[in-house]
């Protein structure tokens, strides 16, 4: 089983966690972005833009999922998520 997330903190950017790790059987990998910041939006599209593509790369390297989560944020991501259990198989659910 494994989760695709961000390895940056939410509401701390500054926080970086590791690539990888495994928590309760689940192999954890945390994408990385840009790292601009949310100070004009430019900084925040060229975070959400990196981070989207860093995403999508990872999940087309997943086999089947299970159960797919799509969050508000970044933008599209939930879309994301969406394409991927449709063509990779599982359930979508709204977090």
């Not at 961000?6 to 495994?22: F, L, M, T």
């Not at 299970?66 to 970044?74: A, F, H, K």
Request: charged share 20%.
């Amino acid at each position: 089983m494994a989760a695709v997330c961000s390895r940056r903190a939410y509401d701390s950017p500054d926080v970086n966690y590791p690539a990888r790790s495994e928590w309760r059987g689940v192999q954890i990998r945390r994408i990385s972005n840009f790292g601009f910041g949310k100070t004009a939006k430019w900084r925040r599209a060229a975070d959400f833009g990196s981070y989207i593509a860093n995403c999508t790369l990872h999940l087309v390297g997943l086999r089947k999922f299970d159960v797919v989560i799509g969050m508000t944020s970044p933008p599209l991501i939930s879309w994301i998520g969406a394409w991927f259990a449709r063509l990779k198989g599982g359930a979508l659910s709204s977090g």
